[in-house]
């Protein structure tokens, strides 16, 4: 499946990769991660990057942690604030489980340069949030 997705890619056929890569996600293949990280750094590709980035998490691809926090550094200024794609990447990390991820979802979590509605998602991930002191109906109004 890895191998008709990168010739799906080669040929510029999004139409088709968009459709196959959840297929894959279901399948699990080898490579499926490397593949997808491939996609996102590359950014060449007219694909819908959260749901690329909802695989990465779902497969919870370890290798995937500075991939996600790139996107995440790189969308979150943009998309406030209605931050979708930046919201996946906290939820990726959480998803993917290790301590690198956690530990980079801490990061955004702890960090008041980025806005509270961020970090309170990155802290929910953690399950951090009460111990960082935010009031859920606040965030609730920001999100």
Not at 50 to 55: F, G, N, R, T
Request: aromatic share 10%.
């Amino acid at each position: 499946m890895v191998s008709w997705l990168r010739e799906f890619i080669s040929t510029g056929d999004w139409i088709r990769f968009g459709r196959f890569i959840n297929l894959a996600a279901y399948i699990r293949p080898n490579g499926l991660g490397e593949l997808i990280r491939e996609v996102l750094d590359s950014d060449l590709s007219p694909v819908n990057r959260e749901d690329l980035v909802e695989i990465l998490g779902e497969i919870q691809d370890s290798c995937a942690v500075s991939v996600l926090v790139r996107i995440f550094e790189h969308s979150w200024p943009g998309e406030m604030p209605f931050p979708s794609l930046s919201r996946k990447c906290i939820e990726a990390l959480g998803a993917i489980g290790t301590e690198e991820s956690f530990a980079a979802a801490r990061r955004i979590a702890v960090n008041e340069s980025y806005p509270s509605p961020l970090r309170w998602y990155a802290a929910i991930e953690l399950g951090i949030e009460d111990e960082l002191g935010f009031d859920e109906d606040e965030m609730l109004c920001e999100a």
